[in-house]
């Protein structure tokens, strides 16, 4: 073990203490001190920033973007090939899976017309895979590794021509439990990965000479001890059209505010007990909310680090996901994680995804789920009712 692995390791060790405390301290640091640390944290990431004077979704495409996703894929790759054998291979991000539950996608019926574009074009219901997970890389206990869950919304049955053709009539949503990014853009992500292989994530944020102090603070905001995938807010992150010439961002709120508290000393795989206990039981549901941009400037496209003003423009409801009350068995669920693919790019024209990350994951989700399910031995599927 190098010495930027044991320092590496010394420092998750305390972030996994924490973790123990966290359910007794967090409500109260969310209350006094998540406000002002974000606006200044916020402030110091935008007082960097120079106004490029774009117009309202456009895009600045760095020519050496595609290099850079390329690199990102590999490094990936390589680092799936290295942890896991043939047939136990895992996403190399979210990676660990609490549950793919059955769901109800329904679009609000009275929206005003500039949100009328995409799936939210009419008052429908589409039938939706749902898949809450891990951060990952690995599949550690869950206390050691719940800070920032995720979730994939996968539709069915939405017809039209799509960016990438190779998952059917679906249209996939994709969020974290976080309101920015891990990382800025792509070229910082590549720094990231490359600690990721060489297992030393934690020196991305701190090391002397390239620190990311701000990203991490972010983060550290929202990442805490979850109780349950059913308990948490999820934002996309990253920009999507919305329309032509409209870009959103979106994000799927419990609408029950229940708040159970994580156990002092919980089972590995207490999450996806939580998930399973909580849908035997009763329906969930959540509210699919959208935020329009309206200044190209301080609602950047290209960077995912700066959280988009809701005084500028507030969250809005356009839809509802219903997951009813269900059963789901252990093995049947992972069978069924694996088959299934979630890709931004799984989309509608009128959804495409925007900026540098969402044109990378392009490339990079596309390389690693053919990997995954190679290594598995999973052949690909468009998935349907029947899946």
């Known amino acids: 073990m190098t010495a930027a692995q044991r320092v590496n390791n010394a420092i998750l060790r305390c972030v996994q203490l924490e973790r123990r405390v966290d359910p007794y301290i967090r409500p109260l640091l969310d209350r006094l001190l998540r406000p002002p640390v974000q606006a200044l944290v916020q402030w110091l990431i935008n007082v960097r920033r120079h106004d490029e004077h774009l117009r309202l979704a456009e895009e600045t495409v760095r020519p050496e973007e595609a290099g850079i996703a390329e690199d990102i894929a590999r490094r990936m790759a390589r680092f799936t090939a290295r942890e896991y054998a043939p047939g136990c291979a895992q996403r190399a991000g979210n990676t660990k899976t609490y549950g793919v539950v059955r769901g109800e996608f329904t679009v609000s019926a009275d929206l005003p017309g500039r949100l009328r574009h995409g799936v939210f074009s009419r008052p429908t219901t589409f039938r939706a895979w749902v898949r809450f997970a891990g951060p990952g890389p690995l599949s550690p206990p869950d206390i050691k590794d719940n800070g920032v869950l995720s979730i994939g919304v996968k539709l069915l049955g939405v017809e039209g021509e799509k960016l990438l053709d190779d998952d059917g009539n679906t249209q996939d949503f994709t969020g974290i439990s976080a309101p920015t990014f891990t990382t800025p853009d792509v070229v910082e992500n590549l720094k990231l990965q490359r600690h990721v292989f060489d297992g030393t994530p934690l020196l991305y944020f701190l090391g002397p000479r390239d620190p990311h102090l701000c990203d991490m603070v972010m983060q550290g905001l929202y990442a805490k001890t979850h109780s349950s995938p059913l308990e948490a807010r999820y934002w996309s992150c990253t920009p999507y059209l919305l329309g032509e010439g409209q870009a959103m961002q979106y994000s799927v709120v419990p609408r029950d505010?229940?708040?159970?508290?994580?156990?002092?000393?919980?089972?590995?795989?207490?999450?996806?007990?939580?998930?399973?206990?909580?849908?035997?039981?009763?329906?969930?549901?959540?509210?699919?909310?959208?935020?329009?941009?309206?200044?190209?400037?301080?609602?950047?496209?290209?960077?995912?680090?700066?959280?988009?003003?809701?005084?500028?423009?507030?969250?809005?409801?356009?839809?509802?996901?219903?997951?009813?009350?269900q059963d789901f068995d252990a093995t049947r669920q992972f069978a069924l994680a694996d088959r299934l693919s979630f890709n931004p790019w799984h989309a509608l024209p009128e959804h495409r995804p925007?900026?540098?990350?969402?044109?990378?994951?392009?490339?990079?989700?596309?390389?690693?789920?053919?990997?995954?399910?190679?290594?598995?031995g999973t052949p690909r599927e468009a998935p349907g009712d029947g899946t």
Not at 354 to 373: D, F, H, K, M, P
Request: avoid cysteine; charge should be positive; aromatic fraction near 8%.
């Open 257 to 325: 505010g229940t708040r159970t508290r994580a156990p002092w000393n919980p089972p590995d795989d207490y999450l996806r007990e939580a998930l399973a206990t909580t849908l035997r039981e009763r329906d969930v549901t959540f509210d699919f909310l959208v935020q329009l941009q309206t200044d190209p400037h301080r609602m950047p496209i290209e960077n995912a680090s700066v959280l988009w003003p809701e005084r500028l423009s507030p969250f809005v409801p356009v839809a509802t996901l219903r997951l009813p009350r």
């Open 354 to 376: 925007l900026g540098n990350q969402n044109r990378a994951r392009r490339t990079i989700y596309v390389r690693l789920s053919e990997l995954r399910q190679s290594m598995n």
